[in-house]
């Protein structure tokens, strides 16, 4: 499996959902590639948290109610005794089931109806892209830095790239990129004073879309002197030195 195949499979080997093969590739991409340990992180953390991810609700005020009503209703009722015939057989007890036995009756259903919440929560939040996810984790924080990316036309790509305080976590967030041919991906690059390494592919989605990018960062924001993004053929740029193409995307710290 290629890279990107790989990278698919992330939430699968969060949730030890792979075959053996398919985790022993995973397992191999986490220990060399900095965008997929990220991922790995971001769905760990989902994984770990299920339980959060619906709020707890008030019940209804009337909830108490329609259940006492319920419980009443489903009580026998014994009728007056009547003269037992001389001889008679003596009438077995009328036996009234306790009411916990009664109120247990709808604890199977209780349960049912709060794992189906989990659950739909659950699955929610997964779907959700992890990186638009920190974007706006990031944002949210009041001493969050921000980088625009330069668009001096209004037609070239658009954007920022936002950090946290202390320059560990970064996200790019880009629009108005240009729409690719299936032979064709865009490449993330971190240039420092030793030249542009690669911060992994992601592919073209089309020209409306909104790109969300973690950028997998192994030393702080402003140790390195620039970021960018190129097209570049599919896998990857071929010159070992860096962009094989001219950034469409350039954002400099400097």
Do not use: C
């Amino acid at each position: 499996m290629d890279r990107s195949e790989l990278l698919d499979l992330i939430p699968a080997y969060a949730l030890d959902a792979l075959d053996p093969e398919e985790k022993l590739q995973v397992e191999a991409l986490l220990r060399t590639d900095a965008e997929a340990q990220k991922l790995l992180a971001e769905y760990q953390d989902i994984t770990s948290n299920l339980i959060l991810a619906t709020p707890a609700r008030r019940a209804p005020a009337h909830l108490e109610g329609d259940l006492r009503k319920r419980l009443a209703a489903s009580r026998p009722t014994q009728a007056a005794p009547t003269p037992a015939p001389v001889h008679a057989a003596p009438e077995p007890p009328v036996t009234i089931l306790p009411t916990r036995r009664l109120t247990n009756i709808w604890l199977p259903l209780i349960t049912a109806a709060a794992v189906i919440a989990i659950v739909f929560g659950a699955v929610t939040l997964l779907n959700r892209n992890p990186a638009e996810r920190l974007y706006n984790q990031i944002v949210a924080m009041s001493d969050h830095l921000t980088m625009p990316i330069p668009s001096p036309d209004g037609t070239t790509p658009d954007g920022d790239m936002v950090a946290t305080a202390d320059g560990q976590q970064a996200v790019l967030r880009m629009t108005r990129l240009p729409e690719l041919n299936s032979d064709s991906t865009f490449q993330l690059w971190l240039i420092d004073g030793n030249g542009a390494h690669s911060g992994g592919l992601f592919p073209s989605t089309g020209a409306s879309s909104t790109y969300y990018v973690i950028v997998p960062l192994t030393k702080g924001v402003f140790d390195y002197n620039a970021f960018g993004v190129s097209v570049e053929p599919e896998g990857g740029s071929p010159s070992p030195d860096g962009p094989s193409t001219t950034p469409i995307v350039v954002i400099s710290t400097t």
